[in-house]
């Protein structure tokens, strides 16, 4: 962690560890970690569960939130779980499966095996060429990268942290100025369009920072949900906000996403839990149809 950066100039990751340094320097004797690898790569998990290991074994108590099953196997003693807001049970973890705690989290028999079809490739809809980005000091944190991805594939960008493949994403999206290179999109270049363009010709986006890219957190649910088309109708007409139908909307996606929220569509965003906070963009941007 570099000691001379501004929190709101670090990566997500790079903020997580921040947190964690505070925690440790105070030598606190109880220690909550909320979904603390939620943003971090293997390398840096593994990393992180052996210090709360030593911690744990230094006297230390720990309360670890998470939804990921292998580490709560790997590191917790016992675990409570709950459901809708409900404590269903308390297992020692050692004598439970992963089965076991998955069925109790979701409150039905849970399948953990992927029976995948072969994929079928189509027609090309994204093509990078030479893309080069600068950060903010000039230096190239993406070099030189050409890719190719067709209709009906997963592509999958992988790297550690501060490797480039956010900065990716990013130019791709429109959140990050292109140094070098180009972008098509469908055929159709889109390296120096607006964001506006590029959601319009067929690009959905749910970024790694959900807070601060992904949401307006002082707006409600149905607004957040019409983000990307409240100019549009039937949102708005005449430039005249509908917003009859951004309740009908926002009720609808509510439901079909599984959004849990204490207030409906007019609870605001900032008070919603993590996971329905990206639940709201998820059916934002799925329900765009976009091709990418």
């Known amino acids: 962690v570099d000691p001379t950066k501004k929190i709101a100039d670090l990566t997500v990751s790079m903020q997580q560890r921040v947190e964690i340094l505070k925690v440790l320097y105070r030598e606190a004797e109880i220690l909550i970690f909320d979904e603390p690898t939620a943003v971090l790569t293997p390398q840096e998990i593994d990393f992180l569960l052996g210090i709360i290991e030593g911690l744990r074994n230094g006297g230390k108590t720990i309360i670890l939130i998470t939804h990921k099953l292998d580490e709560i196997k790997k590191i917790a003693d016992r675990c409570a779980v709950l459901n809708k807001g409900k404590l269903v049970e308390v297992l020692d ?21 992927s029976d995948k079809a072969p994929a079928v490739f189509k027609e090309e809809v994204l093509k990078v060429e030479h893309l080069t980005v600068k950060n903010e000091d000039g230096f190239e944190v993406v070099k030189d990268v050409s890719f190719t991805i067709k209709s009906g594939e997963i592509f999958a960008i992988a790297g550690v942290a501060d490797n480039g493949q956010v ?126």
Do not use: C, H, W
């Not at 992963?98 to 069925?103: C, I, N, P, R, V």
């Not at 990716?168 to 363009?197: M, Y």
């Not at 917003?243 to 007019?266: A, C, M, N, P």
């Not at 965003?269 to 976009?290: C, D, P, W, Y």
């Open 93 to 113: 973890v050692k004598e439970t499966s992963t089965k076991k705690m998955a069925q109790l989290m979701v409150g039905r028999e849970v399948n953990l095996e």
């Open 167 to 292: 900065e990716i994403a990013d130019a791709i999206a429109g959140l990050t100025k292109v140094s070098d290179g180009k972008i098509f999109l469908n055929g159709k270049e889109i390296t120096n369009e607006s964001i506006r363009k590029r959601t319009e010709y067929g690009i959905s986006y749910i970024p790694e920072d959900r807070q601060s890219f992904g949401l307006v957190l002082d707006f409600d649910i149905s607004t957040n949900l019409a983000l990307k088309q409240y100019y549009r109708e039937p949102f708005a007409r005449k430039g005249i906000l509908n917003k009859e139908e951004f309740e009908q909307v926002g009720t609808k996606l509510i439901d079909k996403y599984d959004i849990r929220s204490g207030q409906g569509i007019k609870m605001q965003v900032r008070s919603m839990s993590g996971g329905n906070q990206q639940k709201t963009i998820i059916a934002r941007e799925i329900e765009l149809q976009s091709p990418l």
